[in-house]
C-alpha cells in the first residue's frame, strides 16, 4: 500500500461544478502539496500545506493534520482544469517527496 | 527566461548505450532534485542535492549517477541503457535555506526517454 493514497483516480465532470480530490497520507509529514499535470506533461506546483487552509482564486485545499487528510476543491470547473492533479508528501525529517497515484480530472464543456 | 530548464526534451536512443540529461535553474534555489514517471505515470524521487552535496539517494540501480558540478545545475547520467529505464524524468528545484523548505517545488517540462 503507497503512504500517500488519492481518491478518486478518475473524475469527470461537467463545467460549472465543484471538484473534489481526497488525499490521506499515513506517515509524517513537514507539509503537503497539490501538484498539477497538464496533458502536456509539465508539473507545477499548487499548493503547500502544513495546516489549514489555502486558497489561490479557484482552488482552494484544505488539511487536517490530525486525521491525515488533504482536499483539493475546484469552484467553478472549467475545461481548462482538465489535468492530472498530484498530492506529495514531503516526508518528516527529510527533503524528499511521496506522491500520490494522480486523479486524472476531465472538465466537459 | 525558464526556470528549470531540461535537455533533451526528447531522447530514444539503444539498449546499451549511456546518456546524459541536463538540468538547469535560474531561481537562485540551493537544492535538485530528480524525479521519475513510469508508464503509469507515478512520481518517485532518485536523487538530490542540497549546495552539491548528496542528501537524498533512493534505491536507483548503480548505472544512474547524478552529478551537480554547482547550486545551478544537476545533471544525470546513464549508463548501459536498459528498455525499462524508459520513463519521463523530471528535474525539480527548491529553496531550504536554514530553516526548511521556504517555498514550493519548481519543476522543469521533463525528458521523455525512449530506451529501443
Known amino acids: 500500500k503507497n503512504e500517500v493514497e488519492q481518491s478518486p483516480q478518475n473524475l469527470t465532470a461537467q463545467e460549472g461544478e465543484f471538484i473534489t480530490i481526497n488525499c490521506s497520507y499515513s506517515?509524517?509529514?513537514?507539509?503537503l502539496h497539490w501538484l498539477q499535470q497538464h496533458p502536456g506533461g509539465g508539473i507545477v506546483s499548487l499548493f503547500m500545506?502544513?495546516?489549514g487552509k489555502k486558497k489561490h482564486g479557484r482552488l482552494i485545499a484544505t488539511i487536517n493534520i490530525q486525521e491525515k487528510h488533504s482536499s483539493l476543491h475546484i469552484t467553478a470547473s472549467h475545461p481548462r482544469d482538465s489535468a492530472v492533479y498530484i498530492c506529495?508528501?514531503?516526508?518528516?525529517?527529510?527533503?524528499?517527496?511521496?506522491f500520490g497515484q494522480g486523479t486524472r480530472l476531465t472538465i466537459n464543456p | 527566461d525558464t526556470a528549470v530548464s531540461q535537455t533533451p526534451k526528447y531522447l530514444v536512443t539503444q539498449m546499451g548505450n549511456d546518456k546524459s540529461i541536463k538540468c538547469e535553474q535560474n531561481?537562485?534555489?540551493?537544492?535538485m532534485y530528480w524525479y521519475k514517471q513510469d508508464s503509469k505515470k507515478f512520481l518517485k524521487i532518485m536523487f538530490s542535492?542540497?549546495?552539491?552535496?548528496?542528501?537524498i539517494n533512493e534505491t536507483v540501480p548503480n548505472r544512474f549517477s547524478p552529478k551537480s558540478p554547482d547550486k545551478a545545475h544537476l545533471n544525470l547520467h546513464i549508463n548501459s541503457l536498459e528498455l525499462g529505464d524508459s520513463a519521463v524524468y523530471f528535474c525539480?528545484?527548491?529553496?531550504?535555506?536554514?530553516?526548511?523548505?521556504?517555498?514550493?517545488?519548481?519543476f522543469g517540462s521533463g525528458t521523455r526517454l525512449t530506451v529501443v
Open positions: 525539480a528545484s527548491s529553496l531550504l535555506g536554514g530553516g526548511g523548505l521556504k517555498y514550493g517545488y519548481t
Open positions: 506517515v509524517g509529514i513537514s507539509a
Open positions: 500545506l502544513s495546516s
Open positions: 506529495a508528501a514531503r516526508i518528516q525529517g527529510a527533503q524528499k517527496l511521496v
Open positions: 531561481l537562485g534555489h540551493d537544492t
Open positions: 542535492y542540497n549546495n552539491k552535496e548528496l542528501i
